[in-house]
């Protein structure tokens, strides 16, 4: 269990209840992780929580959002316009074999949240947005959405594998798998 001490002393109420859904939801499941918890690992009261956020449902579509931009921004940082199909597509999967490395994999947050949470609209609407965002890259990677809906699924699959596993093997894997599927031999 993650111990309920304060994030940080800094930024507003809101920052610091972000940053500590941000890390229970993503480390103890959104569904085992209680907003008295979270009000205490930011270091507020839990009306101080309903003050910001109307429920936790709420909460935990604005922890996706964040989840997104940050997804976003790492999909720019690692992909290269100008390289061949195949390193673009391998650049996604490294980028997870990287977090895995580094011990800061807890698994996929849109999938975990598809599991947990479906009834919660706002959150769904989120993790519909990544889908899109990542088949949406990976059809302007190949030139072709089938393709592209494969390699999403395969990565998904691989992401569910390797935090079953505890280990990056179902990521490299998959990464042959889906590199194999622009240059079959």
Known sequence: MVETAPTAKRGTARERLLRAAEE??????????????IAARAGVTKATLYNNFRSKDQLVAEYLRGKLEKSRAAAHEYDDPHAPASARVAALFEDVERTIEQGDFHGCPFTKAAVEVPGNADAMAVVREH?????GH????????????TIAM???????????????APIARAKTAAVGLLDPR
């Not at 889908?131 to 088949?135: L, P, S, T």
């Not at 395969?154 to 990056?168: C, E, N, P």
Request: aromatic residues 8%; contains cysteine; glycine residues 10%.
């Open 154 to 168: 395969i990565y998904d699959g691989a992401m569910i594998a390797a935090k079953a596993s505890g280990d990056a």
């Open 24 to 37: 229970l939801f993503y480390c103890e499941g959104i569904n085992t992780t209680g907003v008295e918890a």
């Open 131 to 135: 889908y899109a965002d990542i088949v």
């Open 138 to 149: 990976l059809t302007a990677v190949t030139g072709d959405a089938a393709s592209a809906d």
